[in-house]
Nanobody, 121 residues
Framework: QVQLVESGGGLVQAGGSLRLSCAASGSRFSINAMGWYRQAPGKQRELVAAITSGGSTNYADSVKGRFTISRDNAKNTVYLQMNSLKPGDTAVYYC???????????????WGQGTLVTVSS
């Protein structure tokens, strides 16, 4: 069983920056793609950014040029550097990972518990 632990959320003023981290832990697994999603009050969860094991990335149009996703495969950790934050970025941010479990020989998906990012105007 893989678990994701997120950190780095908090309160920041508009124009500021935050860096989110998400570390995967467990045994007998290999992470494929990792990503960040967010859910604002009253809205559906949406993809913010994703990165493959090979380093290919994709971003939501609303964050292109402001957010950067990266990962450290040796640490099974994904990061989201968020710059030029706007009040509209306020949401709970969730980490997501697709992985293969060598114990069950299955491709599985796991979510983190979420971390709140609040951007004040």
């Amino acid at each position: 069983q893989v678990q994701l632990v997120e950190s780095g959320g908090g309160l920041v003023q508009a124009g500021g920056s935050l860096r989110l981290s998400c570390a995967a832990s467990g045994s007998r697994f290999s992470i494929n793609a990792m990503g960040w999603y967010r859910q604002a009050p009253g809205k559906q969860r949406e993809l913010v950014a994703a990165i493959t094991s090979g380093g290919s990335t994709n971003y939501a149009d609303s964050v292109k040029g402001r957010f950067t996703i990266s990962r450290d495969n040796a640490k099974n950790t994904v990061y989201l550097q968020m710059n030029s934050l706007k009040p509209g970025d306020t949401a709970v941010y969730y980490c997501n990972a697709d992985y293969i479990s060598f114990s069950s020989d299955k491709y599985l998906e796991v979510w983190g518990q979420g971390t709140l990012v609040t951007v004040s105007s």
